[in-house]
């Protein structure tokens, strides 16, 4: 098929095209979470060294995702992921092959270009739809994508046990090459192209830095997504060595958050319309507030249980399933003109945030840690989302906005 029917702004993506897009770049994040224990052992590294895996790949996600945005909105959504997955492949080859953990770790952090799957599959949302439709778009597309991660560490629990932690990666490579495959079939261009520098468009930044209702979106995604990066860098650790599971049994309990993730985006893909956005965003800040400080006050009382401790991650899920499509969209609202710049930013601020508090949580569960600092840290995140969105809506009425 010639190249210029897919440049044809009247043929957009199919959804499963987006879903599978921002699936994968999920499921890289987590798939191989409870093999962390077994890895360290295999690489001869502390469990601290090998939960660098997760902090470093979000640290550099952030940095990707500021340019990513400005390239794409410069040359186009097509060009920039087909690119994107192809140097995925590559990394994802150099983890399967890395003989000792630095070596991994460097491939590791590499197979952050995938972040462009999550941030453009926004993007292009925003392109075909306008405020609130994109809301309930972005809501069905992530939760579709979040069956992907939801048996993600169930399979990759499974697959370490049965042959080893070398099949997650060999899983991905896989995935990346379906993906690319469709992504190359499918997804025609939906940006509006403009003839301005890479430079230029990373200029356009002051104009999104200066709004307060860009803030506002960006730092309510960042810290309620703060919580589940939390959650992401030290429910491993809290599973196996505070509770004493499996690796397989760390992946099942690790569904629960993605069951209560998929529920909100559902709620998102419902209702958001109707209920508007900001006030869609405040619930599931709440929810998983109130979830979080329930958690909180269970430990406290000297209940200490796996199944407690992962039950009410379920309200983390929940939450964040409410609050992000559509925190994401209102950021996505600030400036149209530049989507898919706000959607890289507004993400690197929120997996920014994320790998500093992953890296945090991995710090504070040294030897002889209970899950307590842990809930705690993800409650005072959720307490910075509530606050965050109460700004929006602050402001939002002093400017006669819905919301």
């Known amino acids: 098929m010639a190249d210029s029917v897919f440049l044809d702004r009247r043929t957009p993506p199919h959804i499963a095209t987006l879903i599978l897009l921002a699936g994968v770049s999920a499921l890289t994040m987590n798939i191989f979470l409870p093999s962390l224990p077994g890895m360290a052992e295999w690489f001869g590294v502390p469990y601290a060294t090998m939960q660098l895996s997760v902090a470093l790949y979000l640290a550099l996600s952030a940095v990707l995702q500021v340019v990513i945005g400005p390239i794409s909105d410069r040359y186009g959504r097509r060009k920039v992921l087909l690119g994107s997955l192809i140097l995925f492949l590559i990394a994802t080859v150099g983890t399967l092959l890395a003989p000792n953990a630095t070596v991994f770790l460097a491939f590791r952090m590499a197979q952050a270009v995938i972040a462009a799957g999550m941030v ?199 939450g964040n399933g409410m609050t992000l499509p559509n925190a994401n969209a209102g950021l996505l609202s600030v ?32 030897p002889g840690a209970s899950e307590m600092p842990l809930v705690l840290l993800m409650l005072a995140s959720a307490s910075g989302a509530l606050l965050s969105i109460l700004w929006v809506m602050r402001r939002a009425r002093a400017l006669g906005l819905p919301g």
């Not at 039950?311 to 983390?316: L, M, N, R």
Request: charged fraction near 10%; aromatic fraction near 10%; glycine fraction near 16%.
């Open 120 to 318: 453009l599959s926004r993007a292009v949302v925003r392109d075909m739809v306008p405020d609130a439709q994109a809301a309930s778009m972005i809501g069905y597309v992530t939760m579709g994508m979040s069956i992907v991660p939801m048996v993600g560490p169930v399979i990759g629990g499974v697959l370490e046990e049965a042959i080893g932690w070398q099949a997650n990666f060999g899983l991905l490579l896989v995935l990346g090459l379906l993906t690319l495959w469709l992504t190359w079939a499918d997804l025609g261009e939906t940006a509006t192209l403009r003839p301005v520098t890479l430079g230029a468009q990373i200029r356009q930044y002051p104009k999104l830095l200066r709004s307060q209702r860009f803030w506002g979106y960006a730092l309510c995604a960042g810290f309620s997504s703060g919580s589940f990066f939390a959650y992401l860098g030290g429910a491993p650790y809290v599973g196996t060595e505070v509770f004493g599971l499996s690796a397989s049994g760390v992946g099942a309990l690790f569904a629960l958050t993605a069951v209560g993730y998929a529920a909100g985006n559902f709620v998102a893909g419902r209702f958001s319309v109707r209920v508007g956005m900001n006030r869609m965003v405040f619930l599931g800040a709440l929810i998983t507030l109130l979830g979080l400080g329930a958690l909180a006050l269970v430990t406290l009382a000297g209940v200490h249980s796996a199944l407690v401790f992962f039950g009410f991650t379920t309200f983390v899920g929940l």
């Open 335 to 366: 400036k149209p003109e530049l989507a898919g710049t706000a959607s890289g930013l507004g993400g690197a601020i929120m997996i920014g945030g994320g790998a500093a508090l992953a890296a945090l949580a991995g710090a504070l569960l040294g």
